[in-house]
């Protein structure tokens, strides 16, 4: 009994001994071939035996096999030891460092490198809540980067991302894709060619061109930018550019707050408007996707194409101020100023991101708030009003030319029924029998007694009755108000303008000029405190210059000009754009050279007074004049001008210096070319590496090949850790 005794210890010592040969070796300090000290690795096994490798031996371990080296433990069914340096596991092989899991059939660890090469059918990894499935992984245990290639899949939560190849950083909860690179969640897709993911944040970064489509459809893309899921906010911080249903942004920093709809742009900013063919550019700016509402500034610029080519070419209107804002109107004028309150959106990061976004534009928007509503207020009433008085003149012109037919008694019974407001409104008397004939006068100007007065006033009112000038149009989808504010200018080729605000309604394609404002057309200057233009196809067909006592004027050399003032100024013009006729109600005076058209020599001097006065004007001359009203006048040769006749009139300024250009008002900006069909060109992800992996995986699962594992290292793998760790 005591020799068997005996004998039995003896092996138990040798197999004790065995078993922890290799940890006592690997516990030897070596050093690298650069000089960087190694950490042993320790090994525990149920059995341990030797084998011949090569000119050496080596160790077989089967049995519960741990390995823990820098913090990292592997486990497996068995192991082959070559050295200390280098061993192969096999069988149901787990890494596990910290909360990473790294699963597959078999694994050839290198101490020196401390590089774990795992293979399997598929590789895969976990880390908290993010797995990834692959084909070849290298992970290294001491600074904890896993390298993987030959396509893999990632997916945490709702995203998933793959790639050619990549690799994952445990410490930061990080994974990079590299190489043909797809993302999605629920509620975008991604293309890139590298991706930095953070899963513990959710945030996507990019270095590369990267092009994303949302599934609302709208496209971003960008060289270098970010998203954050759990915010919904993309930042662009590269060549950005934004294409929605009807607009196209570039800038060059872009942040969108996906969940207020807001999006912020800085530097080189350029929206385009597809619906109202128009582009306007700032170095920085906002607009509010919900409402359609937008702001820029520094150095904004405005340029509508809707008569040209689209790039600037054509009859295009330039316009600049120090800010403009684009506000959207509904179908009954009002404006849509605000934005749903962040109270009712559901998340709180949606109340949170709001509160941040109304704090960044609070004061920009606090500068304008009350001149914009005012602005909005009065051009709804004054276009209204105009609209009204138009009617009006319109059918007192009626009424004139037709009192003298023989329906007179019936034509009056009509008038009878109008309005009584109507009727309690002033009348133009035309007194048309204290006008001298213009050959008596020896003007170069048409008979002013040929004309009949009703034909004036026809003319001031073209197709008013056809055409409703406030009736918003909808037929181009959303109508909209601009408004510029500070140091307005406007460039069109038949017409230029400044003023101190101006406001555009995209509905009756009508604009309001505000404050010192000039407006320049061929030859003729007309200043006023307002201006009101009505266009059609762009063009303008009639002006109406009021308030600040209007004066129009036009050049005739460096010290004379022709000069026409009265309390409002209205200029009509032909399609061409070409001024034809202007009327000036109410005291109206006029400095007028007239000129002999077969040398352009100055034959006379008219100072003319009246209660108004029509221009009738051809080839860019008057052709002539229509008084209204006991027109009091002065006809003096050019050499018997009295000294103290006026040639100038007390408010004349010749502005000439300040007529805007379109390369003035353009400056260094340059209109990108639409992108669209490029875009929409482009293919969407498909995701070919998830749908092939997530193919083989199941067929692996369903043919007992492989495990989709999942599992945790042992608890004598644990305990053995606890014992060795602190060594």
């Given at each position: 009994?005591?020799?068997?005794?005996?004998?039995?210890?003896?092996?138990?010592?040798?197999?004790?001994?065995?078993?922890?040969?290799?940890?006592?070796?690997?516990?030897?300090?070596?050093?690298?071939?650069?000089?960087?000290?190694?950490?042993?690795?320790?090994?525990?096994?149920?059995?341990?035996?030797?084998?011949?490798?090569?000119?050496?031996?080596?160790?077989?371990?089967?049995?519960?096999?741990?390995?823990?080296?820098?913090?990292?433990?592997?486990?497996?069914?068995?192991?082959?030891?070559?050295?200390?340096?280098?061993?192969?596991?096999?069988?149901?092989?787990?890494?596990?460092?910290?909360?990473?899991?790294?699963?597959?059939?078999?694994?050839?660890?290198?101490?020196?490198?401390?590089?774990?090469?795992?293979?399997?059918?598929?590789?895969?990894?976990?880390?908290?809540?993010?797995?990834?499935?692959?084909?070849?992984?290298?992970?290294?245990?001491?600074?904890?980067?896993?390298?993987?290639?030959?396509?893999?899949?990632?997916?945490?939560?709702?995203?998933?991302?793959?790639?050619?190849?990549?690799?994952?950083?445990?410490?930061?909860?990080?994974?990079?894709?590299?190489?043909?690179?797809?993302?999605?969640?629920?509620?975008?897709?991604?293309?890139?060619?590298?991706?930095?993911?953070?899963?513990?944040?959710?945030?996507?970064?990019?270095?590369?061109?990267?092009?994303?489509?949302?599934?609302?459809?709208?496209?971003?893309?960008?060289?270098?930018?970010?998203?954050?899921?759990?915010?919904?906010?993309?930042?662009?911080?590269?060549?950005?550019?934004?294409?929605?249903?009807?607009?196209?942004?570039?800038?060059?920093?872009?942040?969108?707050?996906?969940?207020?709809?807001?999006?912020?742009?800085?530097?080189?900013?350029?929206?385009?408007?597809?619906?109202?063919?128009?582009?306007?550019?700032?170095?920085?700016?906002?607009?509010?996707?919900?409402?359609?509402?937008?702001?820029?500034?520094?150095?904004?610029?405005?340029?509508?194409?809707?008569?040209?080519?689209?790039?600037?070419?054509?009859?295009?209107?330039?316009?600049?101020?120090?800010?403009?804002?684009?506000?959207?109107?509904?179908?009954?004028?009002?404006?849509?100023?605000?934005?749903?309150?962040?109270?009712?959106?559901?998340?709180?990061?949606?109340?949170?991101?709001?509160?941040?976004?109304?704090?960044?534009?609070?004061?920009?928007?606090?500068?304008?708030?009350?001149?914009?509503?005012?602005?909005?207020?009065?051009?709804?009433?004054?276009?209204?009003?105009?609209?009204?008085?138009?009617?009006?003149?319109?059918?007192?012109?009626?009424?004139?030319?037709?009192?003298?037919?023989?329906?007179?008694?019936?034509?009056?019974?009509?008038?009878?029924?109008?309005?009584?407001?109507?009727?309690?409104?002033?009348?133009?008397?035309?007194?048309?029998?204290?006008?001298?004939?213009?050959?008596?006068?020896?003007?170069?100007?048409?008979?002013?007694?040929?004309?009949?007065?009703?034909?004036?006033?026809?003319?001031?009112?073209?197709?008013?009755?056809?055409?409703?000038?406030?009736?918003?149009?909808?037929?181009?989808?959303?109508?909209?108000?601009?408004?510029?504010?500070?140091?307005?200018?406007?460039?069109?080729?038949?017409?230029?303008?400044?003023?101190?605000?101006?406001?555009?309604?995209?509905?009756?394609?009508?604009?309001?000029?505000?404050?010192?404002?000039?407006?320049?057309?061929?030859?003729?200057?007309?200043?006023?405190?307002?201006?009101?233009?009505?266009?059609?196809?762009?063009?303008?067909?009639?002006?109406?210059?009021?308030?600040?006592?209007?004066?129009?004027?036009?050049?005739?050399?460096?010290?004379?000009?022709?000069?026409?003032?009265?309390?409002?100024?209205?200029?009509?013009?032909?399609?061409?754009?070409?001024?034809?006729?202007?009327?000036?109600?109410?005291?109206?005076?006029?400095?007028?050279?007239?000129?002999?058209?077969?040398?352009?020599?100055?034959?006379?001097?008219?100072?003319?007074?009246?209660?108004?006065?029509?221009?009738?004007?051809?080839?860019?001359?008057?052709?002539?004049?229509?008084?209204?009203?006991?027109?009091?006048?002065?006809?003096?040769?050019?050499?018997?001008?009295?000294?103290?006749?006026?040639?100038?009139?007390?408010?004349?300024?010749?502005?000439?210096?300040?007529?805007?250009?379109?390369?003035?008002?353009?400056?260094?900006?340059?209109?990108?070319?639409?992108?669209?069909?490029?875009?929409?060109a482009m293919k969407r992800p498909q995701f070919p590496i998830t749908y092939s992996i997530e193919r083989h995986r199941e067929s692996l699962v369903a043919g007992g090949s492989w495990a989709d594992r999942d599992d945790d290292i042992s608890d004598l793998a644990k305990d053995f850790i606890e014992r060795v760790k602190d060594k």
């Amino acid at each position: 009994m005591k020799t068997q005794s005996k004998i039995l210890l003896l092996l138990s010592l040798a197999l004790t001994l065995g078993a922890s040969l290799a940890t006592l070796q690997a516990q030897e300090k070596r050093r690298n071939a650069e000089g960087k000290e190694l950490t042993p690795v320790d090994i525990k096994s149920r059995r341990t035996r030797p084998v011949p490798v090569g000119d050496t031996t080596g160790y077989a371990l089967t049995g519960d096999v741990v390995l823990y080296h820098n913090g990292a433990v592997i486990t497996c069914d068995s192991m082959v030891r070559y050295s200390e340096r280098e061993m192969s596991c096999f069988g149901n092989v787990i890494i596990k460092k910290d909360d990473t899991y790294i699963y597959g059939d078999r694994a050839e660890y290198s101490r020196d490198n401390a590089e774990a090469r795992v293979f399997s059918p598929l590789v895969k990894v976990l880390n908290k809540d993010a797995t990834l499935y692959t084909y070849n992984l290298v992970f290294n245990t001491a600074d904890n980067i896993g390298h993987f290639y030959g396509g893999g899949t990632f997916s945490n939560g709702a995203n998933t991302m793959e790639s050619e190849k990549g690799y994952f950083y445990a410490d930061l909860d990080e994974l990079v894709g590299v190489d043909r690179v797809e993302m999605k969640n629920e509620t975008y897709q991604m293309k890139s060619d590298s991706v930095n993911y953070n899963s513990e944040m959710e945030v996507a970064k990019y270095f590369t061109r990267s092009v994303t489509w949302k599934n609302d459809g709208e496209i971003l893309a960008s060289d270098n930018g970010e998203y954050h899921n759990k915010e919904q906010r993309y930042i662009f911080r590269s060549n950005a550019y934004v294409m929605g249903e009807n607009q196209e942004m570039w800038a060059d920093t872009v942040d969108y707050h996906e969940l207020v709809q807001f999006i912020e742009l800085k530097h080189n900013a350029q929206i385009r408007d597809e619906e109202h063919k128009s582009v306007i550019f700032g170095h920085y700016g906002n607009y509010d996707d919900s409402t359609g509402d937008t702001f820029l500034t520094q150095m904004p610029a405005y340029m509508s194409f809707a008569d040209s080519d689209g790039n600037g070419t054509g009859d295009t209107v330039y316009m600049r101020s120090d800010s403009m804002y684009v506000y959207l109107i509904d179908s009954l004028g009002y404006c849509t100023l605000t934005r749903p309150d962040s109270a009712t959106l559901a998340e709180e990061l949606a109340a949170k991101a709001q509160a941040i976004i109304d704090k960044r534009i609070a004061d920009s928007m606090a500068v304008v708030k009350a001149a914009r509503d005012k602005f909005v207020a009065d051009s709804i009433a004054t276009a209204a009003a105009e609209q009204r008085k138009q009617l009006i003149d319109s059918l007192e012109g009626w009424k004139r030319q037709h009192t003298a037919e023989p329906q007179e008694d019936s034509l009056r019974a009509l008038w009878g029924r109008v309005d009584s407001t109507l009727l309690a409104l002033t009348k133009p008397q035309v007194d048309s029998t204290a006008m001298a004939s213009a050959d008596s006068l020896a003007l170069p100007m048409r008979d002013s007694l040929a004309m009949s007065p009703t034909d004036s006033l026809a003319a001031t009112t073209p197709d008013l009755l056809a055409t409703d000038s406030i009736a918003p149009n909808n037929s181009n989808g959303r109508n909209r108000i601009m408004l510029g504010l500070r140091n307005v200018k406007v460039f069109r080729t038949d017409f230029q303008g400044i003023c101190d605000s101006m406001l555009m309604f995209s509905a009756d394609s009508t604009a309001q000029l505000h404050k010192n404002s000039v407006m320049w057309n061929e030859l003729n200057q007309i200043a006023s405190e307002r201006a009101d233009v009505y266009t059609r196809n762009q063009k303008p067909y009639r002006v109406l210059f009021s308030e600040g006592n209007p004066l129009m004027s036009s050049e005739i050399d460096a010290t004379r000009y022709n000069q026409v003032a009265g309390k409002t100024i209205e200029s009509l013009f032909d399609q061409d754009g070409v001024m034809y006729l202007t009327n000036v109600v109410g005291n109206a005076q006029t400095y007028y050279y007239m000129v002999d058209d077969s040398d352009g020599a100055l034959t006379g001097y008219l100072v003319a007074e009246a209660a108004d006065m029509t221009f009738f004007i051809e080839n860019n001359t008057v052709d002539g004049i229509m008084y209204r009203g006991n027109p009091v006048y002065s006809i003096y040769p050019m050499d018997k001008i009295p000294a103290d006749q006026p040639q100038i009139m007390p408010n004349f300024v010749w502005y000439i210096e300040k007529k805007p250009t379109a390369e003035e008002i353009m400056g260094e900006w340059i209109v990108n070319p639409s992108e669209r069909d490029r875009y929409m060109a482009m293919k969407r992800p498909q995701f070919p590496i998830t749908y092939s992996i997530e193919r083989h995986r199941e067929s692996l699962v369903a043919g007992g090949s492989w495990a989709d594992r999942d599992d945790d290292i042992s608890d004598l793998a644990k305990d053995f850790i606890e014992r060795v760790k602190d060594k």
